[in-house]
């Protein structure tokens, strides 16, 4: 597999860009985790101005940990404000030896040309919903959904795909048939999804999801 410097994952489903990730993340030789000192993950609890660009160029200027080689990933880069892109042109263009750089976005049109035009583009289409592709539910029955929460997988690896799928799957659903119920839960599946990104123990995220 060829790996470049600077390579952007265009998608809007984010089970894809979290296979594509680990596809990438793994031929560099890493496991895609958030307690990976080599890899540095930027997401909306980063913020998206321009100190979170310097934060990266610190990063990549110090000595790899445990690996030959660095890794910053920017989740929806289209978020950055218009001097953190800015900003972020150099080190796109120069990350360094052995330092590898991954942008996510569903809004491609929201980032600079001059950001796109420095990476490697990849765009990925939307699998076929499987028949175990379900939406969960929340029934108000306590014991019926605790007993649903304690049937699903508790490792970070599984709970990330899982709730990233039903994100999906409940925003096509508001699509189809809009309702304040269906947002709030989408609201809890979003915040589900950063507590993970945080490192907060998976079942806690599933707890939060069922139980808040």
């Known amino acids: 597999m060829d790996i470049f410097p ?3 994952i265009i998608s809007t489903n984010p089970e894809t860009v979290h296979k594509k990730i680990t596809e990438i993340t793994e031929s560099l030789g890493h496991k895609f985790n ?6 540095f993950l930027i997401n909306e609890e980063s ?10 160029k610190k990063f ?30 150099k080190t796109l263009e120069e990350p360094g030896s052995n330092n590898f750089i991954i942008l996510t976005t569903n809004k491609p049109s929201a980032i600079l040309p001059t950001i796109i035009s420095r990476c490697h583009t990849i765009k990925l289409s939307s699998p076929k919903k499987s028949s175990n592709q ?37 925003q096509e ?9 269906t947002a709030k839960f989408i609201e809890k599946i979003i915040k589900s999804i950063q507590m993970v990104h945080a490192n907060v123990d998976p079942k806690s995220a599933l707890d939060y999801l069922f139980l808040a």
């Open 173 to 181: 659903e508001l699509v189809k048939n809009p309702n304040p119920k």
């Open 34 to 39: 958030s307690n990976n000192p080599d890899i």
């Open 134 to 170: 379900k939406l969960l539910h929340i029934t108000g029955n306590l014991a019926k959904d605790l007993l649903t929460a304690e049937t699903l997988s508790k490792n970070k690896d599984d709970v990330l795909p899982l709730l990233e799928t039903q994100l999906q799957l409940y």
């Open 6 to 8: 600077s390579t952007l």
């Open 47 to 56: 913020g998206w101005g321009i100190e979170v660009i310097r934060t990266i």
């Open 60 to 89: 990549l200027s110090q000595k790899a940990f445990n690996h030959q080689n660095k890794i910053v990933i920017i989740f929806d880069c289209h978020n950055l404000n218009q001097e953190a892109q800015n900003a972020l042109l």
